[in-house]
């Protein structure tokens, strides 16, 4: 049995019945009392380790930055006070347009303290799209009353087209012509501190703390409310699933956009709501962009690390061939944690390697599953499996039903960390809860062996990709992409399913160009169509395809063909939502033409499989 480093793991036993075919499950051990709101723990480590370091982030020298918990509390206080005097509410919040920083970090906190809700909106509707669409649909539904940006210049063109010129900015550098600019720093200014204490004083559990957009992988997103209750309760889940978390302050360096649930509420609340420090990493997991990242990973070590499969993929690479970043990595390290896709069990293999080289020991890879509408955290891998697809057990105060849906089971979920509904979207909340209360997450999940139910949940696919041939026959979309792309690494970045109808199944498939670059042993010079055309790409995606139709049961498993996308999805068009992941229905739709060309036959790329024998 491989020997795994030693940490505090709960291990919760679970409730499980079953009745008229509703499976329901929930831990044993009782949800611990909770705050009364998130910046209760602020208060509290700024007496009790104040001079701590709660965030950090790299000036333009290189030093880090480093605020305190208690100078952490001041500035709160007095941006709070700031705050109060622009009239803001939940009808008029505030819309933070930039992405990861001190300021962001600072200004949303304020927010908090003040009792008015925020909401971080995803840089790219300002940055990367051309019409603005998302931005003017989220403007739309907030009503914001006042805007942040760190740096006013590369938004001006956003704000200027999207906002009405009466809604005023708060920047950090720079101005925007015409329009009430605010400078940031005029804001750490102490005003009235006893109107910013007594408005902190007035909030509770059921106050709204900020509004998170869903990623619109299928539609416009929707604004979902996170309450201090629900931030509250994931973050008591995550500490009873973790008792790690209390034994040492953690310490994570951490890139994740913080317009996304995962690294704004669950990582950032790792660290708040247990005294830690977070390193702000400006790198990101891109070929331009991971140096960063492991400079700062040669000089901060981390207790926990938390990424997303394609972050795991770079940093194991680097790992294998860097002895100083392997010292400082693993020195302190207790926890790995993925989320957002599948990771590949290759890269997981090696990371054990890695690890037990350098180590003696592995590290434990946790995962589980989560959602913008809890906050996010329903369930964890604390279970005894280690798989692809295994999301593990129920967190302490999570109940799941698992409920019939066509052959699958959806899973539904009730708590204190699960969202009372989408903002201004009456009709839209009232679809996704059912008779009982529980969030109807559109997730099919199974049990991972219908014998032992103590064993825990898999992943099975989300119910609204799943489509029917024209036989009839029904296609399991989640579990059949996830394979093909745990097993198409490193070439392969994402995969859609064709298509609805038809009479066989074909996949349109959006490859890792640098990878595939690689293997074609083509420079720079060649363009993506000749690096996809290459002899060596083409023999690699065509054994690709033999080994997924190996042991393929009958046409809802079998992959007739393959193509290989020569053109990237795109954000403006919705194909891929801005946190990276596919949308089926509209690369689908987009693409149409494409996908009639390949049925019919007319297409030269495509790659068919082999005949049956």
């Not at 499980?16 to 929930?26: I, K, P, T, Y």
């Not at 209390?246 to 509420?265: C, I, K, Q, R």
């Not at 972050?311 to 926890?335: N, T």
Request: net charge negative; hydrophobic share 45%; glycine share 8%.
């Amino acid at each position: 049995m491989p020997r795994y480093r030693q940490v505090s793991i709960g291990h919760p036993e679970v409730a499980v019945s079953e009745v008229d075919g509703v499976l329901r499950m929930r831990a044993i051990e009782p949800l611990a009392p909770l705050p009364a709101r998130l910046l209760d723990r602020l208060l509290h480590w700024a007496e009790v380790r104040p001079q701590q370091t709660f965030i950090a982030a790299r000036q333009g020298d290189g030093a880090w930055r480093e605020i305190s918990y208690a100078e952490m509390l001041g500035q709160v206080r007095a941006i709070a006070a700031g705050l109060l005097d622009f009239g803001l509410s939940a009808e008029r919040p505030l819309a933070i347009l930039s992405g990861n920083d001190i300021e962001h970090l600072q200004i949303a906190l304020g927010a908090m303290y003040a009792g008015i809700p925020y909401c971080p909106v995803s840089p790219a509707y300002a940055l990367l799209s051309q019409d603005f669409a998302k931005l003017r649909h989220v403007c739309d539904v907030l009503t914001p009353g006042l805007v942040f940006v760190t740096d006013s210049q590369p938004f001006q063109r956003a704000i200027d087209a999207v906002l009405d010129e009466s809604v005023a900015v708060i920047s950090v550098r720079g101005t925007v012509p015409g329009r009430r600019t605010v400078d940031f720093a005029s804001l750490l200014q102490s005003g009235d501190l006893t109107k910013a204490d007594a408005a902190f004083a007035a909030t509770g559990p059921d106050t709204i703390a900020k509004f998170l957009f869903t990623s619109g992988s299928t539609k416009l997103p929707k604004a979902v409310i996170t309450t201090q209750r629900m931030l509250c309760a994931n973050q008591q889940m995550l500490l009873q699933t973790f008792p790690v978390f209390a034994e040492e302050p953690p310490v994570l360096v951490d890139w994740l956009p913080w317009n996304h649930t995962f690294g704004g509420s669950h990582n950032l609340g790792i660290v708040l709501y247990n005294g830690g420090s977070f390193y702000l990493d400006g790198g990101k997991p891109t070929p331009q962009g991971f140096a960063e990242t492991l400079r700062n990973l040669r000089e901060i070590s981390p207790t926990a690390y938390l990424t997303v499969p394609k972050g795991w993929e770079e940093l194991v690479k680097a790992l294998e061939q860097d002895r100083e970043l392997r010292d400082c990595f693993f020195a302190r390290m207790k926890l790995f944690f993925f989320a957002a896709a599948g990771l590949s069990q290759s890269v997981w293999d090696r990371l054990d390697r890695v690890a037990e080289a350098h180590c003696g020991e592995r590290i434990r890879m946790m995962a589980g599953l989560g959602m913008t509408e809890a906050s996010p955290s329903c369930t964890f891998t604390t279970g005894p499996l280690s798989m692809a697809g295994y999301i593990g057990l129920p967190a302490p105060g999570c109940e799941v039903k698992l409920v019939p849906v066509g052959d699958k089971l959806e899973g539904r979920f009730r708590g204190p960390h699960i969202m009372p509904g989408y903002w201004r979207a009456a009709q839209q909340t009232a679809e996704v809860f059912d008779e009982e209360g529980f969030y109807c997450s559109g997730d099919a999940l199974k049990l991972a062996d219908p014998r032992q139910s103590q064993l825990g949940l898999m992943f099975d696919g989300r119910i609204a990709e799943d489509f029917k041939l024209s036989s009839g026959v029904f296609v399991s979309v989640g579990p059949l992409r996830n394979r093909a792309v745990l097993e198409g690494s490193p070439y392969v970045q994402d995969i859609v399913v064709a298509a609805p109808d038809r009479e066989c199944l074909g996949i349109l498939v959006f490859a890792r160009l640098p990878e595939c670059r690689q293997l074609a042993g083509l420079g720079e010079g060649a363009s993506d169509a000749e690096v996809l055309g290459s002899a060596a790409v083409r023999t690699w995606f065509a054994g690709w395809l033999e080994r997924l139709n190996r042991d393929a049961q009958g046409n809802a498993s079998r992959i007739e063909w393959l193509a290989l996308m020569e053109e990237a999805p795109s954000i403006d068009l919705g194909e891929i939502t801005d946190k990276g992941s596919i949308n089926q229905r509209a690369v689908l739709q987009r693409r149409a033409a494409r996908v009639e060309a390949l049925y019919r036959g007319e297409d030269a790329s495509m790659l068919r499989a082999q005949v049956r024998p």
